[in-house]
């Protein structure tokens, strides 16, 4: 709960407040400050979030014109509020009282809270200042922002999870597994199909540090290259290859690639600290085009950093969702269907704009067909449809390391193989992969389906006819919020 002051300036008789607060439904009688005849107090403990409510002097409905204003949805002019979970308010907003709650604000904060009254102000601002249709003339705010409800989401998304942690995604307890660069490919390719992992940190034994990461990309590049190798793929060619080997012939490609016959430096690791925000962690997933980062603490004698913990955006979206769920009310952008949304990818019959058109492949096309699409792509999954555009299953990225059940890997031929029967052999249960929805559903309904680790991917389908008509990432939610 957070003190919130209401102040009414204009004197009265007997003044009440009431609000969203109590659902309207009780008058709470406000005090004369001693001293100051034409000002009453009063102050309420509250939940963080928006809170309209209006003063009752004399018997009659005022509002405070100086404070920002929101018309409801029956026609009322209300005064609005929002009140943030670290806020420390004082009763004016005079300079005077700011300076003598300096002090304060800080021991308690360690903020001054000038700072805190900014931001919120700022808020409210994003909220409210939409004009009235009434054309009455409110009090026009100092801040000359764009206004959209878009900017409120990510303004207040951007305060939450800049005061949030690395700390805040971690377990009390649990598992992290790291893979020695000299171990066979064989066995990477089985640890993470028996784990349920898309990715695993690399150690180096003789630097004593993590190195790098190998993720499902490496092992569709890995089986890409051998099948144009060899007709068959068996299991002696995987077995034999270290990581660190592989991870030297895809250096040397990316070398001949670029067509310099100059050294190229390898990329340094991409890696996060406990107590990073949260949003840095995001951005930087976003910005390097990864799925995950690992997080790594100093050791006390720093000879060796400790991995804690492997962050990815899965994570971040649970952590979003447990805290915007008790402010929904107040956030009408989260209930507003996807397809009015600018995120996602479309097909081309739906007539969103957009840089990217949905692409799909038919369960009856090779294997090869899926896994060069998913790189050349840079995609991280593909719809699989029948021939009337139903959807059938979803081909991902990481369904690769299912082909290491049974060493299923040894027995297909990635031109002769069709995708249906990768499904088959990988004995893949879609359901846990990928979720649905339609361009009906709310915003909110699709993160939460995308905060399981589990689900990458929510495929938007026709409700009737199950034809695919889009698909929506991870990655399309957070470089919607974060842009």
Same mark, same amino acid.
């Not at 009414?8 to 003044?15: D, L, Q, T």
């Given at each position: 709960?957070?003190?919130?002051?209401? /102040?009414?300036?204009?004197?009265?008789?007997?003044?009440?407040?009431?609000?969203?607060?109590?659902?309207?439904?009780?008058?709470?009688?406000?005090?004369?400050?001693?001293?100051?005849?034409? =000002?009453?107090?009063?102050?309420?403990?509250?939940?963080?979030?928006?809170?309209?409510?209006?003063?009752?002097?004399?018997?009659?409905?005022? =509002?405070?014109?100086?404070?920002?204003?929101?018309?409801?949805?029956?026609?009322?002019?209300?005064?609005?509020?929002?009140?943030?979970? /670290?806020?420390?308010?004082?009763?004016?907003?005079?300079?005077?009282?700011?300076?003598?709650?300096?002090?304060?604000?800080?021991?308690? /904060?360690?903020?001054? =809270?000038?700072?805190?009254?900014?931001?919120?102000?700022?808020? =409210?601002?994003?909220?409210?200042?939409?004009?009235?249709?009434?054309?009455?003339?409110?009090?026009?705010?100092?801040?000359?922002?764009?206004?959209?409800?878009?900017?409120?989401?990510?303004?207040?998304?951007?305060?939450?999870?800049?005061?949030?942690?690395?700390?805040?995604?971690?377990?009390?307890?649990?598992?992290?597994?790291?893979?020695?660069?000299?171990?066979?490919?064989?066995?990477?390719?089985?640890?993470?199909?028996?784990?349920?992992?898309?990715?695993?940190?690399?150690?180096?034994?003789?630097?004593?540090?993590?190195?790098?990461?190998?993720?499902?990309?490496?092992?569709?590049?890995?089986?890409?290259?051998?099948?144009?190798?060899?007709?068959?793929?068996?299991?002696?060619?995987?077995?034999?290859?270290?990581?660190?080997?592989?991870?030297?012939?895809?250096?040397?490609?990316?070398?001949?690639?670029?067509?310099?016959?100059?050294?190229?430096?390898?990329?340094?690791?991409?890696?996060?600290?406990?107590?990073?925000?949260?949003?840095?962690?995001?951005?930087?997933?976003?910005?390097?085009?990864?799925?995950?980062?690992?997080?790594?603490?100093?050791?006390?004698?720093?000879?060796?950093?400790?991995?804690?913990?492997?962050?990815?955006?899965?994570?971040?979206?649970?952590?979003?969702?447990?805290?915007?769920?008790?402010?929904?009310?107040?956030?009408?952008?989260?209930?507003?269907?996807?397809?009015?949304?600018?995120?996602?990818?479309?097909?081309?019959?739906?007539?969103?704009?957009?840089?990217?058109?949905?692409?799909?492949?038919?369960?009856?096309?090779?294997?090869?067909?899926?896994?060069?699409?998913?790189?050349?792509?840079?995609?991280?999954?593909?719809?699989?449809?029948?021939?009337?555009?139903?959807?059938?299953?979803?081909?991902?990225?990481?369904?690769?390391?299912?082909?290491?059940?049974?060493?299923?890997?040894?027995?297909?031929?990635?031109?002769?193989?069709?995708?249906?029967?990768?499904?088959?052999?990988?004995?893949?249960?879609?359901?846990?992969?990928?979720?649905?929805?339609?361009?009906?559903?709310?915003?909110?309904?699709?993160?939460?389906?995308?905060?399981?680790?589990?689900?990458?991917?929510?495929?938007?389908?026709?409700?009737?006819?199950?034809?695919?008509?889009?698909?929506?990432?991870?990655?399309?939610?957070?470089?919607?919020?974060?842009?």
């Amino acid at each position: 709960m957070v003190h919130k002051v209401f /102040t009414w300036r204009y004197g009265g008789g007997r003044v009440f407040l009431c609000g969203s607060f109590n659902g309207w439904t009780e008058r709470i009688q406000m005090i004369n400050v001693e001293g100051c005849a034409t =000002v009453f107090q009063r102050i309420l403990d509250l939940q963080p979030g928006y809170y309209q409510y209006k003063y009752l002097v004399d018997d009659v409905w005022r =509002v405070d014109e100086e404070q920002h204003c929101v018309q409801d949805g029956f026609g009322m002019i209300n005064n609005v509020a929002y009140v943030e979970e /670290t806020e420390i308010l004082c009763p004016s907003f005079s300079a005077q009282s700011l300076h003598q709650n300096q002090e304060y604000s800080r021991l308690k /904060t360690g903020f001054p =809270v000038s700072l805190t009254l900014v931001c919120d102000l700022l808020l =409210v601002w994003l909220l409210t200042n939409q004009g009235t249709p009434s054309g009455g003339s409110l009090h026009k705010p100092v801040f000359q922002l764009p206004i959209n409800e878009i900017d409120v989401l990510r303004y207040r998304l951007s305060l939450h999870l800049s005061s949030s942690t690395v700390y805040d995604l971690m377990p009390d307890s649990g598992k992290v597994f790291a893979l020695d660069v000299g171990a066979a490919v064989k066995q990477a390719f089985h640890l993470m199909y028996e784990e349920g992992v898309a990715v695993l940190p690399l150690w180096d034994e003789q630097n004593t540090k993590i190195v790098g990461m190998l993720t499902a990309s490496d092992f569709i590049s890995i089986l890409l290259q051998l099948d144009r190798n060899r007709a068959i793929l068996t299991d002696e060619e995987i077995e034999e290859h270290t990581i660190s080997a592989w991870k030297d012939i895809k250096f040397r490609h990316h070398r001949e690639v670029s067509g310099t016959s100059q050294p190229l430096c390898r990329t340094a690791l991409i890696q996060a600290g406990p107590d990073e925000s949260l949003k840095d962690v995001a951005l930087r997933i976003l910005h390097n085009k990864i799925s995950a980062v690992p997080i790594l603490s100093s050791s006390e004698d720093g000879s060796c950093p400790n991995l804690l913990f492997i962050a990815c955006l899965s994570g971040i979206l649970k952590h979003i969702c447990r805290h915007l769920r008790r402010h929904l009310e107040f956030l009408p952008l989260l209930q507003q269907p996807v397809g009015n949304l600018p995120l996602g990818t479309w097909a081309r019959e739906i007539g969103k704009s957009g840089d990217r058109l949905l692409l799909t492949l038919r369960a009856s096309e090779p294997l090869s067909s899926a896994l060069n699409l998913l790189i050349q792509a840079r995609v991280s999954s593909v719809p699989i449809v029948d021939d009337n555009g139903i959807l059938v299953d979803v081909y991902c990225r990481s369904d690769i390391t299912s082909l290491a059940n049974s060493n299923g890997y040894t027995r297909i031929q990635l031109d002769q193989t069709i995708i249906s029967q990768a499904l088959e052999i990988a004995d893949v249960t879609s359901q846990s992969r990928y979720q649905t929805c339609t361009r009906f559903d709310s915003l909110y309904r699709v993160m939460e389906l995308l905060s399981d680790q589990a689900v990458r991917r929510v495929i938007v389908i026709e409700a009737s006819s199950r034809q695919v008509e889009g698909i929506i990432t991870l990655r399309d939610i957070f470089s919607y919020f974060l842009a």
